[in-house]
């Protein structure tokens, strides 16, 4: 995958299939560190250990319509390839949360992205479903929620496209924002 919110948007999708209705998403910029760190966190049936440990092979997928599963093995592999690494933490039950780390100076980390655009396509293509974005940088922090989202729109809902494209349009603006202030 060329960028992380095509990460975001293929790792969200297994979240959605394993049933979770909170999906929470946060990307963490350290530049002091030189790291970005991306974790994805669900409420969703969560795996055993053993399902885990096999969850990062190409060739294992939970999937009956295909025979690989390639979204954790190429986070893993983009991660890697930056200089990072990849966790994953899950127990029946009780949800799953996958951490890829990225050497942010390393040459092949990948870019952003879309980052707007693939939340709030997730976001309204999921009504149901509530989502979570945090960006950090340094001290300074963005949080989109479609919680408070919903509760302002009232009647009006979130899978309407003109408010889809609202919510792109704010989370941009904000993450600019968020990317144009001094790091503390």
Do not use: W
């Amino acid at each position: 995958m060329k960028d992380i919110a095509l990460h975001i948007m293929d790792i969200v999708q297994n979240s959605i299939s394993a049933g979770a209705t909170l999906i929470i998403t946060a990307v963490l910029e350290d530049k002091v560190e030189d790291n970005l760190i991306l974790i994805i966190s669900d409420n969703g049936r969560g795996m055993d250990q053993e399902t885990v440990m096999k969850i990062t092979d190409p060739y294992y997928t939970t999937r009956t319509t295909r025979s690989v599963g390639l979204g954790i093995p190429l986070l893993r592999h983009s991660a890697g390839q930056a200089g990072g690494g990849l966790k994953i933490t899950s127990s029946p039950g009780q949800g799953t949360s996958i951490t890829a780390t990225f050497r942010r100076s390393h040459f092949d980390c990948p870019p952003l992205g879309d980052i707007p655009g693939v939340i709030s396509l997730l976001a309204g293509c999921n009504p149901s479903l509530d989502f979570v974005y945090r960006h950090v940088i340094g001290k300074s922090v963005y949080v989109f929620d479609t919680m408070e989202i919903k509760e302002v729109l009232e009647k009006v809902p979130i899978s309407d496209p003109a408010v889809i494209s609202y919510m792109k349009e704010m989370i941009g603006e904000n993450l600019e924002e968020l990317l144009l202030m001094p790091e503390t």
